[in-house]
């Protein structure tokens, strides 16, 4: 044998026991019998001596566990012995004979028969490293393994070639209703109407007019039977089924029913790692349409694999957000171009608000696509889709009596003496399926029922029966009569959630293997759980929701604290190299079991985490549930230091999902300004520093910001960091154009562009939102323009434009495009500005940032009134207007409502045009907003001209004059000497 060779004999036997012992715990994890070891290899048994329904499942399960252990250990011996380890691997499934040999020094199970030496010729023929099986075992297993077929192969012994097939992995693990139709269901009845609705959906989607069908229903009504059945019948035989859901803990989950949809469409195991998991979708998505390329990163990003383009790592988390939902919706409509494609979501009332948005953004695009949307929910869920022409909502009630008597004839039997007792549950469960089933159980446990299904006999009169009032209390008594070791390990179970990996059952039940192992057993056997997975480790999940709610209830909360704790040492040991994609449940289970040091620790990182994925609602969440349980904390340091960690991160989320302006921004940032000088904290001033500034900066608070921008300057050149001066001037600069100052901001952020390197400060667009030195040149423009430099400003705008497109920041672009927009609408040159404003709206809404959107929407609509769309874009600039009003963002509300006015007095809406001219002098006033003043003035003089109040106009002519000439502002002391120079020359003067 290779792996022996001219070795010593105890370094062969060390070596060989190591083989030998990885595969046969293989074997013993599925519950096989290895009853022989033949010299350098091992026969096992599955379904004896232990009878197993699903035995050829588990062995090829087992197959898979064997080589993928000695893929391990072959590494670690061939560093540490030089030598190459590979085994084969056989499978055949069939009747075999099968006795115990023994005598007084040995006992051998041994298996014979035409079926075993089969299995001992996959295993010749299988290649090293490989797994060869038959077509008899594909046959019990089909589903739950790929394969590939090799065809008829000859086989020695055989008198006519046999068909092999490879087996190459599992299949995905089974949903809930897959592992309980397993078990076997219940008859499907009472609901002929509903499938009929289901049908009709079903071909309206079929003939390209996409539809949403939604079921509502209280817990136990039947919602995921009645899609069970549907999907699994002949009509949707052509179509590809791509089933998802939500968990109860899952609205703290970014994207978390998403990323199942996807595991399931990609075919991903949890056992897959990052290479793997890239090879699957990378595979799938160039197969299908090499045009999807684009979708590849977001995808895999979304997968939780690590993504090293720097490209993708740059984008904000708005941009990232965009991406991921229009490359789930993309791949998506372009697979229902292939095959009608039918997707299920379900317990939307658990669901996440990403995930939500992506299904309303894919809900838009479902006309015209060949998609059913099948969904459920409880009644207290909410959504904006019942408007919809191609949207059909079912009320699914409870079983009409005579539903509930079908279904209880199908369960129990036609008995006449059941009569009686059928009645009394119906009265009593008022036709809710799982509330009549578990009723049943619980008098088969009881024993007021024998016999077996179809054929059950009462063994005590109807009267003294007693059926509890609700479901909730049926399942209660069901799990105090279990034995209390049972008992003990299902409640242990509920506190892991509705899905239970056995690893993590294994570590926290506090049972021998063999304990366990039984437990599970007898609480498959009463139907409370049911095994969902074996490869590559086994799953089990709750019957029902209620059930595991009934059964968490029911702990104590001390136990349930000590249970939580222990869960999360669990998963940090299990998990400890892939540990951020357990950072949700580490969360909940640390609050649910108060170990607040963890839950500080996870919920600061699941919104970090959040954040990065544009979840940002789920991100403020989590953040707020950290801040939530400070007070836990009796060291006020310790708790002051975690508040400002929180405080920091919470900042930039509420800035994505509530604008700049929100008053929440506010909130946090000053909090965590005064907790990092009560704790001297430098090094968190600069991040809270700019937030406030940028925050008083959108809301015109130009006096704050304009001190909180200099403190800033001067804590950036104390730390001689060429960044963060960089970062300080163009703040600064900014501040002191809106007042007014275009000398002194033009040297601002002249200064710091000359700081700017694009590789050194690339980086700085993620903590900034744009690159800082498109933002010194695009707001540079302005001033160079006021100041009488038109060519200059106009370079800057093409230059800041260039540099966003070379770095290939998309917020960057379309922010420049918009100022370059800005810029032209100052210029009064309407083509240009209308080139720019479409093309910066086109790249914001691709970026997903709607305040540069709307703003770049005011500056196209003023173009469009210079081309004689009057009436529309005046429209949609007292909307653009309104909307930044809306959300807080008072800044240039000095140049729009000017140029509003101006429009409305070329119109002859004289009245509304000096309205809009007041509002922008008083906003002058009250916020110090006087970049634009000179052109108020002005602009109200020509408006009250239009009246015949010349003596009225020539005071503002005069006033816009010398407001120009105080700020050295050329151009716009151009404009206003040019109308007091008309005026004044139509009265001869």
């Not at 011996?77 to 030089?82: I, L, N, V």
């Not at 562009?753 to 423009?781: I, N």
Request: proline residues 4%.
């Amino acid at each position: 044998m290779e792996l022996l060779g001219d070795r010593d004999p105890e370094d062969a036997r060390a070596l060989l026991d190591a083989v030998l012992t990885r595969m046969m715990e293989a074997v013993h994890r599925y519950e096989g019998t290895v009853n022989q070891v033949m010299g350098d290899g091992i026969m096992a048994l599955f379904g004896a001596p232990l009878a197993l329904e699903d035995r050829a499942q588990r062995a090829c399960y087992a197959a898979l566990a064997i080589q993928s252990a000695i893929k391990t250990y072959a590494e670690e011996a061939r560093r540490e012995h030089g030598v190459e380890v590979q085994v084969r691997v056989g499978l055949n499934s069939g009747e075999v004979v099968v006795r115990t040999i023994s005598s007084d020094l040995k006992m051998d199970y041994t298996a014979m028969g035409q079926t075993v030496n089969l299995a001992a010729r996959m295993e010749q023929i299988a290649p090293s490293g490989g797994i060869r099986m038959t077509a008899d075992t594909l046959r019990f297993c089909e589903g739950f393994v790929q394969t590939e077929s090799l065809g008829p192969v000859p086989v020695k012994g055989m008198t006519e070639a046999v068909e092999v097939y490879e087996l190459t992995g599992a299949a995905s693990g089974r949903t809930r209703f897959q592992a309980i139709a397993a078990g076997g269901l219940s008859r499907f009845v009472g609901r002929t109407d509903e499938i009929e609705d289901l049908e009709s959906s079903l071909r309206k989607a079929g003939e390209g007019h996409g539809q949403i069908f939604a079921t509502v229903a209280e817990a136990g009504v039947g919602k995921s039977r009645l899609y069970w059945e549907f999907i699994r019948s002949p009509r949707t035989k052509d179509w590809l089924v791509v089933e998802s859901g939500s968990v109860s803990y899952g609205k703290a989950t970014a994207y978390k029913p998403v990323i199942d949809l996807l595991k399931a469409y990609f075919a991903i195991e949890d056992a897959d790692d990052h290479r793997r998991i890239r090879e699957k979708v990378t595979g799938k998505i160039l197969t299908l349409d090499e045009s999807l390329t684009p979708a590849i990163l977001p995808l895999l990003s979304l997968l939780e694999v690590t993504i090293e383009d720097e490209s993708w790592n740059n984008l904000d988390p708005p941009q990232r957000q965009r991406r991921t939902l229009d490359g789930v919706k993309g791949l998506m409509l372009r697979e229902a171009k292939v095959q009608p494609l039918c997707l299920i979501f379900e317990d939307l009332h658990w669901i996440d608000t990403e995930s939500q948005a992506l299904l309303d953004s894919f809900v838009e695009s479902l006309p015209g696509a060949r998609v059913l949307l099948l969904v459920n929910y409880r009644p207290e869920y909410e959504h904006g889709w019942a408007n919809k022409s191609y949207y059909t909502r079912l009320r699914l009630d409870p079983l009409s009596s005579e539903g509930s008597e079908e279904l209880l004839s199908a369960i129990l039997g036609d008995d006449a003496k059941l009569e009686p007792l059928k009645k009394l549950l119906t009265e009593r469960t008022q036709g809710n399926p799982f509330y009549l089933e578990e009723s049943v159980q619980t008098l088969i446990e009881s024993g007021a029922l024998t016999g077996g299904p179809g054929a059950y006999r009462l063994t005590e009169e109807v009267s003294k029966i007693q059926v509890p009032s609700t479901v909730q209390a049926i399942l209660a008594a069901r799990i105090d009569r279990l034995p209390p070791e049972d008992k003990r390990l299902l409640q242990t179970a509920s506190v892991i959630g509705t899905h239970v990996p056995y690893p993590l059952l294994m570590a926290i039940a506090e049972m021998s293997e063999e304990e366990l192992q039984r437990g599970l057993s007898a609480l498959q056997a009463s139907e409370f759980l049911y095994e969902t997975n074996l490869f590559p480790e086994r799953e089990f999940t709750f019957k029902h929701a209620l059930t595991h709610e009934v059964t968490y209830g029911g702990l104590v909360q001390e136990r349930k604290r000590a249970l939580h704790a222990s869960v999360i040492e669990a998963i940090e040991m299990q998990g400890e190299s892939r540990l951020d994609e357990y950072y949700e449940q580490l969360v909940y289970h640390a609050f649910r079991g108060s170990v607040w040091d963890k839950a500080i620790i996870y919920s600061k990182r699941a919104g970090e985490k959040a954040f990065q994925l544009s979840a940002n609602e789920e991100a403020i969440a989590l953040l707020r549930n950290g801040l939530a349980i400070l007070d836990n904390f009796a060291d006020a340091t310790v708790r002051d230091k975690h508040e400002l960690d929180f405080q920091i991160a919470l900042g930039p989320a509420l800035m994505v999902a509530r604008g700049y302006a929100s008053p929440e921004v506010e909130t946090a940032y000053r909090r965590a300004q005064e907790l990092s000088h009560k704790l001297g904290n430098t090094s968190q001033w600069f991040p809270i520093t700019w937030g406030l500034w940028r925050h008083c900066f959108m809301r015109a608070q130009l006096s704050a910001s304009r001190d909180i921008a200099g403190q800033y300057l001067e804590m950036a050149q104390q730390a001689q960091d060429d960044a963060l001066i960089l970062s300080a001037h163009h703040s600064l600069g900014a501040t002191m154009i809106f007042q007014g100052e275009p000398v002194s901001g033009r040297t601002q952020l002249e200064k710091g562009y000359s700081l700017y390197d694009p590789k050194k400060h690339q980086e700085l667009a993620f903590q900034y939102v744009m690159d800082t030195g498109v933002w010194c040149l695009s707001y540079g423009a302005w001033p160079s323009w006021l100041l009488g430099y038109p060519d200059e400003a106009r370079e800057k705008a093409h230059s800041a434009i260039a540099l966003a497109e070379e770095l290939s920041h998309p917020v960057s672009i379309g922010s420049a495009l918009t100022y370059a927009a800005w810029l032209y609408a100052m210029c009064r040159d309407g083509q240009a500005a209308l080139k720019y404003a479409e093309a910066g709206i086109a790249l914001c809404r691709e970026a997903g940032f709607p305040q540069i959107e709307t703003l770049a929407k005011t500056f196209l609509g003023w173009s469009r009134t210079q081309k004689g769309f009057a009436n529309e874009g005046l429209e949609q600039m007292r909307e653009g207007h309104q909307n930044h009003v809306t959300i807080g963002v008072l800044l240039n509300s000095a140049l729009v409502l000017p140029l509003l006015a101006e429009i409305c007095g070329r119109e002859n809406q004289i009245e509304e045009g000096l309205e809009f001219a007041d509002q922008g002098l008083a906003h002058v006033h009250e916020y110090g907003e006087r970049f634009w003043e000179p052109e108020n003035h002005r602009i109200k003089g020509e408006l009250l001209l239009q009246q015949g109040k010349e003596e009225e106009a020539i005071s503002h002519f005069q006033g816009a004059l010398n407001i120009a000439q105080d700020q050295k502002a050329k151009s716009l002391e151009l404009r206003a000497a040019m109308s007091l120079g008309r005026l004044w020359q139509s009265q001869g003067k």
